[in-house]
T-cell receptor
């Protein structure tokens, strides 16, 4: 069975600094996708970034980038130039190709300090 | 991206009663998913709502407790039956978007059972 592990319950970062959130997963499948979702207090789940397992290149979306280490089954999120609006719960998620059903990690609460 | 509306946004219910949560999407989608997020926990998939057939439930979730309807390609309901305080959670619906296993989420329904 697939699992997703986030070992950091809470992280803090100074505004304008860089922070990295960790995620590891376990799967025996070859066709899968990995995601980082942000959940602010409004409860809305917002997709931050997506990585296809078949792609070697790490995904980047503006200030957000990932370090995808397929052999190590590691998928970390780097947030550069952190902003107060980045404060939220961040969930790492695994999706088996073509299913749209996700397995989520337990989340990391990110605090951004002014 | 799909626009997903969930109703109610929040509710406080008496134990032993039932609550029906609605999920409306602004475009036709083949599959809709229902997730539960217990307090301080991650998201767990309850079931897949299939149009024209019965919902498919994940391990640990049963139809008698969480009946689901899917009358058309833009709408689904999830009922939480015979509620107990352990059912206090955020319930979210989700729909697929695009070809890369990406999903969008509604804003969630915060249920408190007293």
């Amino acid at each position: 069975a697939q699992t997703v592990t986030q070992s950091q319950p809470e992280m803090s970062v100074q505004e304008a600094e860089t922070v990295t959130l960790s995620c590891t997963y376990d799967t025996s499948e070859s066709d899968y996708y990995l995601f980082w979702y942000k959940q602010p207090p409004s409860r809305q789940m917002i997709l931050v970034i997506r990585q296809e397992a078949y792609k070697q290149q790490n995904a980047t979306e503006n200030r957000f980038s990932v370090n995808f280490q397929k052999a190590a089954k590691s998928f970390s999120l780097k947030i550069s130039d952190s902003q107060l609006g980045d404060a939220a719960m961040y969930f790492c998620a695994y999706g088996l190709g073509g299913t749209y059903k996700y397995i989520f990690g337990t989340g990391t609460r990110l605090k951004v300090l002014a | 991206s799909a626009v997903i509306s969930q109703k109610p946004s929040r509710d406080i219910c008496q134990r032993g009663t039932s609550l029906t949560i609605q999920c409306q999407v602004d475009s036709q989608v083949t599959m809709m998913f229902w997730y539960r997020q217990q307090p301080g926990q991650s998201l767990t998939l309850i079931a897949t709502a299939n149009q024209g057939s019965e919902a498919t439930y994940e391990s640990g979730f049963v139809i008698d407790k969480f009946p689901i309807s899917r009358p058309n390609l833009t709408f689904s309901t999830l009922t939480v039956s015979n509620m107990s305080p352990e059912d206090s959670s955020i319930y979210l619906c989700s729909v697929p978007q695009g070809l890369n296993t990406e999903a969008f989420f509604g804003q969630g329904t915060r249920l408190t059972v007293v």
